[in-house]
């Protein structure tokens, strides 16, 4: 019995080192939890060929830029262009504003109502933009791909021209996911209030879940525009009209109808910075 035992100890000794090095193979060659992460769900490439094509994508580090008008004077252009990955929102441009806003664009969010002006300026948007991955969001009855999608049809006619830019837009499901977020988050059907979700949202939303740390430049919190002696700034810092930043955000979180919540939404951010690793500058502020 006692020789039976010595012969299975020799051999489980024997053994060890090759089942050490045979679990140390299978660890080594799993995939990170960046490399499992970066195929996004629920957008879908706008191209005349394969359109199931996944958006992949994975950053260390983002620099997300607000269109807001406090980039104004923010001279934050070079440590903007220094981050691995620079997400802005709409048209919003960089020429002109390159020592406030920078110059690199490495994801550009989309608003259906923005892709007119994207296409009235091609030559600036994509030709001179390859490096730059397009994501768009709008509603179905704008983007089915029936051929009664008109904003779809003029996505799909720029991918034709230019088929080296990366495009993409929201699947219907996850436009449906971003509304039961809002919902999950401020226990309000969207719809029924009568909101529509910012740009900024589904901007968040990605950021989230293709970034590592977001570096939010521009945006202000919940309580800045009910504080008192604040300086005006304009709701986009690229235009002309001026229109005061807080005076938009009021008259859009009690319009009734088709109003975004861009305070509301504000809110969200502050929560998700608590437990995403998530900075605010220019202004800076904490959740």
Known sequence: MKSLMRRWLCLLTLCLPVLFWFGHVITRDDPTPAEKSSRLRG?????P?????????????????????????AGAGEEIDGIGCVIRMNNAPTRGFEKDVGSRTSVRVVSHTSVPWLVKNESYYFQQSV?????FWGPERNMRQDGKGRIFNSLLKMAKKY???SMYALTREKIQHCDNVFQNETGKNRMKTGAFLSTGFFTMILAIEMCDSIHVYGMVN?????????????????????????????VHEHTQRGGHRFITEKAIYARWATQHKIEFKHPSWSP
């Open 43 to 47: 957008y879908m490439r706008v191209s």
């Open 222 to 250: 919940d309580n800045f525009c009910s504080q008192a002696n604040q300086s005006p700034v304009p709701y986009h810092y690229y235009e002309k009209s001026r229109i005061n930043e807080c005076r938009m955000y009021k």
């Open 163 to 165: 088929p080296s830019v």
């Open 131 to 135: 490096n730059t991955t397009y994501i």
């Open 49 to 73: 060929g394969r359109m199931d094509q996944p958006l992949d994508m994975h950053c260390s580090r983002c620099a997300l830029v607000s269109s807001s008008g406090q980039m104004l004077g």
